[in-house]
């Protein structure tokens, strides 16, 4: 079932090494391997269907841009709000610390349920609680939440058991696929053109996978539901070049064309927690039968084994249950890394899983699904610890930028032979249909 950090993480091209996000761990390093893999990747595909080895470069000062790209974005509405929601934070409890999440409206009002008061008189009503009884009346009542644990608390948790033993990426072997995409003639950058791509992930993490494949030509076709809200933000940010599509699975209608976009895709990725999708046919192992030609990869916070194998979990509060909060903290208070870099470097693992999943079948070296948990990416984070430095370097973002009509965003960090990555335009409602293969 492989897929360990030695496997995955590459750094190749790197232009401009340095710290640049100041942690108590190497955040820098994972971000710089994390997408040195994915662009790797990306040459190894070229490869795979008889284009000569691109050449692969990035600059560091680039990547730490892209790590905190959803602060970077400009042109969005008044309405597109702030990244987190004023009950999103850390809250101190009768026993320490809890990090609550309430981004989203039903993930609020489970938390208010709860903890049995409104907004206002939550932080008191919270304060008289202990961390981890809260933690479960939380997750219970349908939200989610993490008690602080130091690391050592979680090294011993029956979960932080599981994850610290997970590897980057698990493969789980399926009968050998047969892709029918086998790569049109077009720029190196651009190595994916005509790749088919549905994307069923939300928030961050698998749509930043996504949207790397999409900066490298994949047409990529993110399905929501139609009644399920989302931070406008979130979208501007993670879906340049894609579009959006609206399906209710719950009506066979919504079943039924989803499954006519299966029968043509190549790449489905989901982030839905274990046995949310089996109701709809769409359980791993079913699609895997249904449609070899499919690399299908998932998304976990916990990972899928364990008592937390079916939780909820946000960076923020894998960052809070597995110590990197505790770490970070100062004068008995937790902290938090200085970008969602759980989120993110998940995000390009993921992106990296794909695309070497792809060259292993073009070359008929078998097929496997892929699993990717941020709770395995904090096991890997929390094993490194900078060298001494002694500056952080500031970095002009700006310079990094690029302009999708209305909106100002980070570029797609990389080139491959000189050729920068890019993305079509920013993100559009469409139909719910594939583009024509180039």
């Known amino acids: ?46 490869e795979a269907v ?25 042109g969005a509405s008044e309405h597109a709000g702030a990244p987190f929601a004023p009950l999103s934070r850390f809250a101190p409890t009768a026993d320490g610390w809890i990090r609550l999440h309430a981004n989203y409206p039903h993930h609020a009002r489970a938390l208010l349920a709860a903890v049995g008061t409104d907004e206002e008189h939550a932080p008191a009503a919270i304060s008289g609680r202990g961390a981890e ?25 029956p979960q932080g058991r599981i994850a610290s033993g997970l590897p980057l990426v698990e493969r789980r072997p399926v009968a050998a696929g047969a892709p029918r995409w086998r790569g049109a003639v077009v720029a190196p950058a651009r190595p994916l053109a005509g790749l088919r791509v549905l994307d069923l992930t939300r928030v961050i993490a698998g749509p930043v996978g996504t949207r790397v ?28 070049g894609k579009r959006l599509v609206a399906l209710d699975l719950r009506r066979p209608a919504g079943r039924a064309t989803l499954h006519a ?22 359980d791993d192992e079913e699609v895997a039968g249904r449609y070899p030609q499919l690399v299908v990869a998932s998304l976990s916070a916990w990972g899928r084994a364990g008592p937390w194998g079916g939780r909820r979990g946000f960076d923020s509060l894998v960052q809070a249950a597995c110590g990197i909060a505790t770490v970070e903290g100062a004068e008995g208070m937790p902290g938090a890394l200085p970008v969602q870099a759980l989120d993110h470097a998940t995000g390009y693992l993921l992106a990296a899983a794909v695309l070497r999943e792809l060259a292993a079948r073009l070359r008929g070296e078998g097929a496997s699904t892929l699993r990717l948990a941020l709770a395995a990416t904090a096991a890997e984070l929390m094993r490194r610890r900078p060298g ?32 920068p990555l890019g993305w079509s335009g920013p993100p559009r409602a469409d139909a719910p249909r594939w583009a024509d293969r180039p």
């Open 1 to 46: 079932m492989g897929g360990g950090a030695g496997e995955v993480l590459t750094a190749v091209g790197v232009h401009a090494p340095g710290r640049y996000l100041p942690s108590a761990f190497d955040v820098d390093g994972l971000a710089v391997e994390a997408v040195g893999a994915a662009l790797q990747a990306a040459a190894e595909v070229g």
């Open 50 to 74: 008889g284009r000569p080895a691109a050449e692969v470069t990035f600059d560091a000062r680039h990547v730490a841009c892209a790590f905190a790209s959803e602060r970077h974005l400009r």
């Open 133 to 157: 009884e809260l933690e479960e009346a939380i997750v219970a009542a349908g939200g989610a939440a993490a008690a602080v644990r130091p690391p050592e608390a979680w090294a011993v948790h």
């Open 213 to 240: 494949l999409a900066a490298l030509g994949a047409d990529v076709l993110r399905v929501d539901p139609p009644d399920l809200p989302e931070l406008e933000l979130a979208v501007l940010d993670t879906c340049p």
């Open 261 to 282: 976009l299966l029968e043509e895709a190549d790449v489905l990725v989901h982030g839905y927690r274990p046995g949310a999708l089996a109701g709809f046919g769409l």
């Open 388 to 419: 001494p430095v002694d500056v952080v370097e500031a970095v002009d973002c700006d310079r990094f930028r690029v302009t999708l009509g209305t909106l100002s965003v980070i570029a797609p960090p990389g080139s491959l032979d000189g050729g």
